[in-house]
């Protein structure tokens, strides 16, 4: 499976349904592929084998939950046969939180709700594959590292597939094939609103994963091969109501979005739902203070909501697309049938990029 990186490249996985996982599986991508072996297991049957996430309130592409072992009839936990047994009592429906412990060798993800139209990372991929294969939803991957044990590029990707007659897919297809046959969000409510910036049609959109409602405020003519300005926001109390900024990170708030896009010749702006907890208020606190920020603290407006502001884009009729935000890579867009062709910073900062 390949997935495009923050940095345009290709990134390899070699992914395994976890139902027949064997200790040969392991034991090929612990030697061959090279990476860490991972479980890509769904929220709820993290929640019934009772797996906090590693990091509480990890909201990254890689939500690890504790490491884990099978509790019996395993050795040290490392061999290839430990370890695929340890993946068999997890995926194994009869198990109970008590049949693991921690830590352990093998690492699960929590794959998010809706998968690569949720976010497109190689967990949910992976948990994709399965399910359409009509298999449990749960897999067992692993990054391909280079024989330097650096990130495999794509010429070795390539070759590592042929030299082992591995089946290659790419994460944008997965998201093309599931946006032909399935979504996550249905346009609920439709109409114009009147703002302070003019008038804007409104859709709202709810999402099948968690229920939530999201909007999207569109301005002219949207057309496929035509560029459109597009904001895909996430609401902060801070930015949004208070109007603070912090030194060196200015953002899109979301009456600078919403004038811009009022002034362009067909814009979007999708407001994503997204509740702040009571740990989201008191790091947008922290931040403000100068405190240090967490290197696991990740940024929801970049990546997380990725899948759902796409599949809204998308159904407007989005295709290119001039973006106000940070000049970033994002993962499998182009399986959406969306172009990033530029990045329109704030209007305190430089020109656009």
């Not at 064997?22 to 612990?30: K, L, T």
């Not at 990372?121 to 009509?134: F, K, M, V, W």
């Not at 089946?167 to 609920?188: E, F, M, P």
């Not at 609103?193 to 999402?207: C, I, K, M, P």
């Amino acid at each position: 499976m390949l997935n495009e990186n923050s940095a345009g490249g290709m990134t390899g996985f070699v992914v395994a349904a976890a139902e027949h996982c064997a200790a040969d599986h392991i034991a090929f991508m612990a030697r061959q592929a090279r990476g860490l072996v991972c479980l890509a297991l769904t929220p709820q049957r993290c929640a019934e084998l009772e797996l906090p996430l590693m990091v509480e309130g990890d909201d990254s592409l890689s939500p690890f939950t504790l490491s884990i072992e099978a509790a019996t009839e395993i050795d040290t936990g490392i061999s290839a046969a430990d370890r695929a047994r340890t993946v068999q009592v997890a995926v194994d429906t009869a198990s109970q939180p008590a049949d693991l412990v921690q830590p352990g060798h093998i690492f699960p993800i929590a794959a998010a709700t809706g998968g690569v139209l949720t976010r497109t990372a190689p967990a949910e991929a992976a948990i994709d594959l399965t399910t359409l294969a009509g298999l449990l939803p749960a897999a067992v991957f692993t990054e391909v590292l280079d024989a330097e044990g650096a990130v495999a590029g794509a010429d070795y990707l390539i070759a590592f597939a042929e030299r082992h007659q591995l089946v290659v897919g790419q994460v944008s297809d997965l998201v093309t094939y599931r946006l032909a046959n399935q979504k996550t969000i249905q346009a609920v409510r439709k109409g114009v609103l009147d703002s302070r910036h003019g008038s804007f049609e409104v859709t709202a959109y709810q999402d099948a994963t968690q229920g939530r409602v999201h909007l999207a405020l569109k301005k002219g003519e949207i057309k496929a091969d035509s560029p459109t300005l597009v904001r895909v926001h996430v609401t902060a109390v801070f930015r949004d109501l208070v109007g603070t900024t912090l030194d060196g990170h200015a953002s899109w708030s979301f009456d600078e979005s919403l004038s811009a896009i009022s002034e362009a010749e067909a814009g979007v702006l999708v407001l994503l739902s997204k509740p702040e907890t009571a740990e989201d208020l008191l790091h947008g606190i922290d931040r403000l203070l100068g405190e240090p920020e967490p290197d696991s603290m990740a940024s929801p407006d970049a990546y997380n909501q990725i899948g759902m502001g796409a599949q809204i884009l998308r159904d407007l009729g989005v295709g290119q697309i001039r973006l106000m935000g940070a000049p970033l890579k994002y993962n499998a867009l182009a399986g959406f049938g969306l172009e990033v062709i530029d990045f329109v910073a704030p209007p305190d900062t430089s020109e656009s990029h």
